[in-house]
């Protein structure tokens, strides 16, 4: 199939498919609003519209080519850590050295597009954690220091570093996947960990009881999170043989990793805003909270699955 985006077969398919489970999802969210089959029909609404905008902005960061993808993931990363650093509390002395962190997003996606993989993988962990503190120390307020530097730091960790882990996947040799190389394995990724979110969010609503970390996250039930593993992974194997070159024992670590990853970045997230005593981190997106909420489980599912994935196969 030739087409003028130069898209592979395999993709233009799992968008179709994208697309196909999205108006199941909508007719569903309508059936049940109609007859009122749950307590609360509009937030399932909301989702289901918020879900519509996040799959349309990343088939669109996929189809448009590599470079741009790129532009699309640091915005994304820019807006992570913007709000994590309006829901966390900061020293009037701490503003020069949010600056640095906000630079250090188009350093570190300039890595990436350049595929210096050293650089990639050490600039933040290292020399920005080097750096920030060394700021923080020349502002001369040593009160809140430790705090500061942990806080921002990891903000940095989570937002920019562990999230342009999906966005390097767009930079590993076609060559190595034949089924749509990095831009199947982004989609493979990015699919695998809405669809792990939603499997646990259902399973847990259906049949869940026992609690998995109640005083961090009471939703979150063993029922959950061994429906969204067993969904997830099951995905997992049958999309590996169409989207990566991933054979059927490693797909199914693969989609364990995602399923499981996912899992934690979530209850991780959770345990931040509980500390600070909020139920979201913004309200960008109706019905899911901020772009934080959106992102914690592909956080940790992220650098995870890359690594995995380099490690093994390229």
């Known amino acids: 199939m030739k087409n003028l985006l130069n898209l592979n077969d395999q993709i233009i398919y799992a968008i179709c498919g994208i697309f196909c489970l999205l108006i ?29 905008i996040m799959a349309c902005m990343f088939i669109f960061a996929i189809i448009v080519g590599k470079y741009l ?13 913007k709000e994590y650093f309006t829901i966390i509390p900061t020293r ?23 595929g210096w993989y050293g650089m990639f993988v050490i ?37 920019v570093y562990c999230l342009s882990h999906a966005a390097y996947l767009l930079m590993l040799p076609a060559a190595k996947n034949p089924n749509g190389g990095g831009a199947a394995l982004l989609l493979f990724l990015v699919f695998l960990t809405e669809i792990n979110d939603v499997s646990q969010y259902i399973c847990g609503k259906s049949f869940g009881k026992r609690k998995v970390v109640p005083k961090v996250s009471p939703g979150k039930t063993w029922g959950g999170l061994i429906g969204g593993i067993v969904i997830t992974t099951s995905l997992a194997v049958v999309l590996a043989k169409y989207l990566t070159p991933l054979t059927f024992p490693y797909s199914l670590f693969a989609g364990l990793i995602i399923s499981i990853a996912g899992f934690f970045g979530d209850i991780v997230i959770s345990s931040l805003k509980r500390d600070l005593a909020i139920k979201d981190s913004g309200n960008m997106l109706a019905g899911h909270g901020g772009i934080l909420d959106r992102v914690d489980s592909l956080s940790y599912a992220a650098p995870l699955f890359f690594h995995f994935i380099r490690y093994f196969f390229y």
């Open 69 to 81: 993808s790129l532009v699309f993931f640091a915005f994304m990363s820019f807006l992570a850590l």
């Open 24 to 52: 199941t999802a909508s007719i569903i969210s309508i059936i049940i609003s109609r007859f009122r089959l749950m307590k609360n029909p509009q937030n399932l609404r909301k989702r289901v519209k918020t879900w519509w």
């Open 123 to 159: 600039f933040i962990p290292v020399y920005m954690f080097l750096l920030l503190p060394l700021r923080l120390t020349l502002t001369g307020e040593t009160k809140g220091f430790l705090r500061s530097a942990g806080t921002i730091h990891w903000g940095l960790m989570i937002t």
């Open 92 to 114: 009037r002395a701490d503003r020069r050295v949010l600056f640095l962190a906000y630079l250090s997003i188009p350093m570190q996606y300039f890595w990436i597009s350049r």
